[in-house]
């Protein structure tokens, strides 16, 4: 079965800095896409970013931008010069090409200080 | 389109009352999960439905739980007899299918507090 691992509960991170977070995932299958999602407190789920497994270049979107290691199932979101608005609960995602499942991880709760 | 609508937004219940819980999917989208989440858990994903046709529904916790999607504009999640370990936030997400089965786009929940 898949799953997706989040090793940080928390994070944090000085306004215009930069910060990375974690994540790591499991699966057999070879076709499958990778989302990070932001949960502001108003609890709507955001997409912030998405990589597909096929293609070997990173994902950017503008201040996010990620690093997706296919043979490490390594897929982490780097955020550059952080605001405020950043701060929220983010969930890394998969889902299979193949059972068309989205799973989530347990999520990394960031912190933004001024 | 107004997005993925879920109602009600908030629900307080007593134990072994009935809850149903509602979404409408962004029209067009072949794909539907409903999700629980807990501070415990996190994001569980508890069913998805293809067409209107449930796919995996191993996530339901127990028999109490079950989720119908009678047509490709609605979808119920109903919890009978409810209990205070289902309090939680329940999300209903849709997607498109085929090539564009990609990110799914969430409702704004329903918070349930069983007492």
């Known amino acids: 079965a898949q799953t997706v691992t989040q090793s940080q509960p928390e994070m944090s991170v000085q306004e215009a800095e930069t910060v990375t977070l974690s994540c790591t995932y499991d699966?057999?299958?070879?076709?499958?896409?990778l989302f990070w999602y932001k949960q502001p407190p108003s609890r709507q789920m955001i997409l912030v970013i998405r990589q597909e497994a096929y293609k070997q270049q990173n994902a950017t979107e503008n201040r996010f931008s990620v690093n997706f290691q296919k043979a490490a199932k390594s897929f982490s979101l780097k955020i550059s010069d952080s605001q405020l608005g950043d701060a929220a609960m983010y969930f890394c995602a998969y889902r299979g090409g193949d059972t068309d499942k989205l799973i989530f991880g347990t999520g990394t709760r960031l912190q933004v200080f001024p | 389109d107004a997005g993925v609508i879920q109602s009600p937004r908030h629900e307080v219940t007593e134990m072994g009352q009935e809850v149903t819980l509602r979404c409408k999917p962004i029209s067009g989208h072949d794909y539907l999960f409903w999700y629980r989440q807990t501070m415990m858990r996190g994001l569980e994903l508890l069913i998805y439905?293809?067409?209107?046709?449930?796919?995996?529904d191993s996530g339901m916790p127990e028999d109490r739980f079950s989720a119908k999607m009678p047509n490709a504009s609605f979808s119920t999640l109903k919890i009978q007899p409810s209990e205070p370990r289902d309090s939680a936030v329940y999300f209903c997400a849709s997607s498109p299918g085929g090539w564009y089965r990609t990110e799914a786009f969430f409702g704004q929940g329903t918070r349930l507090t069983v007492v």
């Open positions: 439905f293809n067409n209107n046709v449930p796919i995996d």
């Open positions: 699966t057999s299958e070879s076709d499958y896409y």
